[in-house]
């Protein structure tokens, strides 16, 4: 994971909720993680990770407030909390 996934990471987890991250850079973040990328039907992203799967809306630049914390909550049940955006 390079300097640019952390601070991906360390923003999807800050408080409060940012709403200026990049689509982009959070897939490529999740995928530096492990996480397998999938198109789905519509407009639709899933990310599987862990055993864990979330379906994202895709965002032409910055995520929604909801989205980062839809992908906050499955980084936690994946394992992985803010801790390891620091450590990685």
């Not at 379906?55 to 992908?71: C, F, G, R, S």
């Not at 936690?76 to 990685?88: K, T």
């Amino acid at each position: 994971m390079n300097h640019k996934h952390r601070a991906v990471l360390e923003a999807i987890f800050a408080h409060p909720t940012s709403g200026n991250i990049d689509f982009k850079e959070t897939i490529y973040t999740l995928e530096s993680l492990g996480a397998e990328v999938v198109n789905k039907s519509g407009n639709r992203i899933g990310v599987t990770l862990n055993g864990h799967t979330v379906a994202l809306t895709h965002a032409h630049h910055d995520l929604p407030k909801d989205e980062v914390m839809q992908i906050k909550k499955f980084l936690i049940a994946c394992g992985i909390d803010s801790a390891d955006a620091v450590q990685s």
